[in-house]
């Protein structure tokens, strides 16, 4: 059973950094995962995608953090980080790891994965 696992969540002030990873497991194909993303939710917000990177590597961020967030991946270690610099208060909330076995990247920043993890928390203080 796949299982992954956020950490790296905290409190910042606006201006900080973060940097959040996402652990995987229980999964078994030699492939890996075709597109993987960081999702956020605030507070009485729908869940927003982020950033998402596929497995050659590419990349799709949110208009919102372009610039000021890099997702990036260790297959070997099988994580996926979030490095966020800049915070700002609005970057607050629940963030949510994804993957999935057949999604196209071009779909990455749309809630459709067919894994998520538990998440982690990001508070930013102005």
């Known amino acids: 059973q796949v299982q992954l696992v956020e950490t790296g969540g905290g409190s910042v002030q606006s201006g900080g950094s973060l940097r959040l990873s996402c652990a995987a497991s229980?999964?078994?194909?030699?492939?890996?995962?075709?597109?993987m993303g960081w999702f956020r939710q605030a507070p009485g917000k729908e869940r927003e995608g982020v950033a998402a990177i596929d497995s050659d590597g590419s990349t799709l961020y949110a208009d919102s953090v372009k610039g000021r967030f890099t997702i990036s991946q260790d297959n070997a270690k099988k994580t996926l980080y979030l490095q966020m610099n800049s915070l700002k208060p609005e970057d607050m909330g629940m963030y949510y790891c994804?993957?999935?076995?057949?999604?196209?990247?071009?779909?990455?920043?749309?809630?459709?994965?067919?894994?998520w993890g538990q998440g982690t928390q990001v508070t930013v203080s102005s």
């Open positions: 994804a993957a999935d076995t057949g999604l196209a990247l071009q779909y990455g920043l749309h809630p459709l994965y067919n894994y």
């Open positions: 229980g999964y078994t194909y030699s492939s890996g995962f075709s597109c």
